[in-house]
């Protein structure tokens, strides 16, 4: 498997972490519990794998999300609902992210750049 064939690897398990977010905001829409353990774990996992630091929305997001997962922590039932909002927009924006590198960004890049280039990736 070659360097950008990883990144595409990598992506799809970006994707599955968002759809377990999408199934735990899901839940705390229908009254479930918020489970802190794997919020925090799902916070974590996108901080590290997300592709966050070159997106501005998705670093106030995250922030964002953790602030509500605080207050909610604290009490304010009503911050449940900014816990699903910037998780969801957060899903939101990395999908489609991920949609333009997996289109545009690698079949460039397959397409385009010189084998040194691409051995320098592998």
């Known amino acids: 498997m070659d360097g950008i064939e990883l990144m595409v690897e990598e ?57 509500a997962v605080v207050r909610v922590k604290a009490g304010d039932d009503e911050s449940k609902l900014d816990v699903i909002a910037n998780a969801i927009s957060y899903t939101h924006l990395l999908y489609r992210h991920i949609g333009k590198e997996d289109k545009n960004g690698y079949t460039f890049a397959k397409r385009e750049f010189p084998n040194h280039i691409i051995d320098i990736i592998n």
């Open 11 to 67: 992506q799809k398990c970006i994707k599955r972490i968002l759809l377990v977010i999408r199934e735990e905001c899901y839940g705390i829409l229908k009254g479930d519990d918020i489970n802190y353990d794997d919020i925090t774990m799902m916070i974590s996992f996108v901080k590290h794998y997300g592709m966050i630091s070159e997106l501005d929305f998705g670093r106030l997001y995250l922030k964002e999300l953790e602030k």
